[in-house]
């Protein structure tokens, strides 16, 4: 596997209040990608980077911020949790440091409930 | 815009039966298309691409322009196949966009 780990594996919090996700890489990928997971629904974008300080929107962005200070860490947060942001979310790297995105590599996975 | 459908929920098939997991795509420019699968209990992994038009554990795909289609077939479904699979999509800006996935069922 490549070196992607999430962090919390496993969160329950309450509506309203902020939850930040950590995706650290060890890879050097340019490329990192944060997806949210639901029945019926598949991988769903939500934001990524394209680089240190560089972002863009996904499909599904309302509700969620990124930061990525450091090639191999891109943090989501949620600033104010809604129960309709309960679901599994995943991290994903790509592309070699200077290449086009290839292949993703997961992260494991993020589960958040909000209740 | 971009979209990738994959119209089945749910297949189940019986082992050693062929399988045929539909992906169908809208996309504007030149398409790279991949198929990823989530096997129980382990991450999300690259089942193969079209550039690279390889078999991996027996699956094939083949882009069909003409269809907008890139469906995922296996001759003879084994037990270890049962899984989900999605279908992907490299678009503009370097996003990778989704179908919402087809769980194989392969029964003995």
């Known amino acids: 596997d490549a070196g992607i780990t999430q962090s919390p594996r496993h969160k329950v919090t309450e509506t309203g209040t902020p939850v930040t996700l950590r995706c650290h890489q060890t890879e050097n990928h340019r490329y990192m990608y944060w997806y949210r997971q639901d029945p019926g629904h598949g991988l769903r974008l939500i934001h990524y980077s394209y680089g240190v300080k560089d972002t863009d929107k996904g499909e599904v962005s309302d509700g969620y911020s990124v930061s990525r200070s450091k090639t191999e860490d891109f943090l989501l947060t949620l600033e104010s949790a809604t129960s309709s942001q309960t679901s599994v979310y995943f991290c994903?790297?790509?592309?070699?440091?200077?290449?086009?995105?290839?292949?993703?590599?997961f992260g494991e996975g993020s589960r958040l409930t909000v209740l | 815009a971009q979209r990738v459908t994959q119209p089945e929920k749910l297949l189940s098939v019986f082992k050693g039966a062929p399988v045929e997991l539909k992906c169908n795509y809208s996309?504007?420019?030149?398409?790279?298309l991949f198929w990823y699968v989530q096997y129980s209990r382990q991450r999300l992994q690259l089942l193969l691409r079209h550039i690279s038009r390889e078999s991996i554990k027996g699956f094939t795909a083949d882009l069909n322009k003409g269809e907008t289609s890139f469906h995922l077939k296996k001759p003879f479904a084994q037990e270890e196949d049962s899984a989900m699979y999605y279908c992907?999509?490299?678009?503009?800006?370097?996003?990778?966009?989704f179908g919402s996935g087809t769980k194989l069922n392969v029964k003995p």
């Open positions: 992907a999509l490299l678009s503009y800006f370097n996003k990778f966009y």
């Open positions: 994903a790297i790509s592309g070699s440091a200077s290449g086009k995105p290839g292949e993703l590599f």
């Open positions: 996309y504007s420019g030149s398409p790279e």
